[in-house]
């Protein structure tokens, strides 16, 4: 049985008091965590606050980006072994604006991927067609050749402890999300991608939703037998909007 899982992707955005808000409201309903993990991913500047205001507890917290080495002569970059360090557990890699605005190839994510792993780190591995791909029908290849490339790099023992993240480009801060039917047929094939190298992995492994996920939509996305939580952007900037969805997931369990 998977459990659901949310995960909030602050991006490049949040203060300290921001931050210490919205953390505090998501505390106060900390009984959620009886049925759905939730994991918060803030910008890196935040990350030490955050992870003291959450010592304790269960809510995990991760980066949203790590660099290839574990230090160095790496200007403006963020080691695994430091996120590590700092108490995350988890790190978001290959989101589809490290792999578009900063031109990270499948390639990099894949290491990145590997060294996440080898840092103790659990990788959220991010996937998603861009809207042109889908038009040309060839969602399903582009991420088998996203998936691929981390496969080979990490072996399929990174899961089910690494999570997939299943992110269409076209749906990401567009507001335009998958349909339920949509988001389902891609998460099955990332799923019979992964039993096809161990079938209890496979399995086991977390397939999250990520895209435009607000409170109308969660319901109807997360009933879908493959999609087993969200990574959520704009939404998880907001304590009702994000612990809303948080209640979505508990209730189609
Ligand atoms: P969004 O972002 O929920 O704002 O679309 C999702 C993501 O980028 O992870």
Not at 26 to 51: E, F, R
Not at 55 to 68: F, Y
Not at 188 to 212: A, H, N, P, W
Not at 224 to 247: N, P, V, W
Request: charged fraction near 20%; charge should be negative; aromatic fraction near 6%.
């Amino acid at each position: 049985m998977r459990r659901s899982l949310v995960a909030g992707n602050w991006k490049m955005n949040g203060s300290r008091s921001q931050a210490q808000n919205l953390v505090g409201q998501i505390l106060d309903q900390s009984s959620l965590l009886k049925a759905v993990d939730i994991v918060i991913c803030p910008p890196s500047v935040l990350i030490s606050q955050v992870i003291r205001q959450l010592e304790g507890t269960e809510i995990g917290v991760g980066g949203q980006n790590l660099g290839l080495h574990a230090e160095g002569p790496y200007t403006g970059e963020i080691s695994g072994p430091m996120l590590q360090d700092q108490g995350c557990r988890f790190v978001i890699v290959g989101h589809s604006e490290r792999r578009h605005l900063f031109g990270e190839s499948d390639s990099v994510v894949a290491k990145k991927t590997a060294f996440a792993y080898s840092c103790g780190l659990r990788p959220i591995v991010c996937v998603g067609e861009t809207l042109q791909e889908r038009e040309n029908g060839e969602t399903f290849k582009v991420v088998e050749r996203q998936l691929r490339a981390v496969l080979e790099a990490t072996g399929i023992n990174i899961f089910p402890e690494g999570i997939v993240a299943y992110e269409p480009v076209w749906a990401i801060g567009t507001g335009q999300t998958a349909a339920p039917h949509q988001a389902q047929e891609v998460h099955v094939f990332i799923r019979r991608l992964l039993e096809k190298q161990q079938v209890d992995v496979g399995t086991e492994t977390r397939i999250l939703y990520g895209g435009s996920v607000n409170n109308d939509n969660a319901g109807d996305l997360f009933t879908e037998e493959d999609i087993d939580g969200g990574l959520i952007g704009g939404a998880s900037l907001k304590a009702t909007d994000f612990l809303s969805i948080c209640r979505a997931v508990t209730q189609s369990c």
